[in-house]
């Protein structure tokens, strides 16, 4: 008995090198696209590129994108399929190479639109100006790390988002990330996410994103639900569409994530992508 949980463990950990998998998570703000992206990521030996924290750092930097990204952010409007794409790229090609063979990519926020899926999907061709030089050979093997095998769309409803949104704190003494929301409403149940042996009084530490307002996250719920109808139904026609809902929260990663194992078929009876 132990012996058949330790092949079929090893014969999956196998398949995970052999064959990685670069997953999308789909969701509004505060669907806890975040928090499931870095577990998933660590569980399936895949590195997390969150295109939020990316865009950021190109910003702080103040890069070629970063400019374009702050200009498109100061005119209110959502940064360009090309430029958001462009940031992945470098990222990706500029990684160390063991990011480039063995690991599958767990990706928080793109594609995040229809474009932007077309973009990266394999089967499609590249008839428009996607303003990305693919360099030859390493392009071929970046544009594959980009290939989405699965898409998972993290079902929450609205008022939670914008709940779990506000809640959001992070702590500035020992950079802990903090939920102080607590929902229980809609068979959803979210107690809070605090931290554990923090020094005393380091709740006074505790400091909300600039961006974090209700009239901001409202705006980019509604951006979302704008843009992820179409995005989601692309996916879900190829049948690479995994729909969940995380009624517990972070409780529910292992639910999850045998989910995805399965349906990858990296566990008995999971069909082949
Ligand atoms: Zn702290």
Redesign the pocket.
């Known amino acids: 008995m132990q012996l058949q949980v330790f092949i079929t463990a090893t014969t999956a950990m196998n398949n995970l090198l052999r064959n990685p998998i670069n997953l999308t998570l789909i969701g509004p703000p505060g669907s806890g696209k975040g928090t499931y992206g870095k577990k998933l990521a660590a569980n399936l030996r895949a590195i997390l590129i969150s295109v939020g924290d990316l865009l950021r750092d190109h910003v702080r930097r103040k890069t070629v994108i970063g400019v374009e990204a702050a200009e498109a952010q100061q005119r209110g409007e959502l940064v360009s399929d090309g430029i958001v794409t462009k940031a992945i790229y470098e990222y990706l090609r500029l990684s160390p190479r063991d990011v480039h063979n063995d690991v599958g990519v767990v990706f928080d926020g793109y594609p995040r639109t229809l474009q932007q899926a077309k973009l990266i999907s394999p089967e499609i061709p590249k008839t428009t100006d996607t303003g990305i030089t693919m360099g030859h050979g390493q392009g071929m093997l970046i544009s594959e790390k980009m290939h989405v095998h699965y898409a998972v769309s993290l079902q929450v409803p609205d008022d939670i988002c914008l709940k779990k949104a506000l809640g959001r704190r992070t702590?500035?003494?020992?950079?802990?990330e903090?939920n102080v929301c607590d929902i229980n409403e809609f068979g959803y149940r979210m107690p809070p996410i605090l931290?554990n042996n923090?020094?005393p009084r380091?709740?006074t530490?505790?400091k909300k994103r600039h961006d974090d307002t209700e009239e901001i996250i409202l705006r980019r719920i509604h951006n979302f639900r704008s843009s992820a109808h179409p995005l989601l139904s692309f996916y879900e026609k190829k049948g690479k569409l995994i729909n969940f809902q995380p009624f517990n929260g972070v409780d529910d990663l292992p639910v999850l994530e045998k989910i995805v194992r399965t349906t990858v078929g990296l566990e008995e009876g999971g069909k082949n992508r």
Do not use: M
Not at 171 to 176: D, G, N, R, S, W
């Open positions: 702590c500035t003494l020992c950079q802990k903090i931290p923090c020094p380091c709740d530490h505790w």
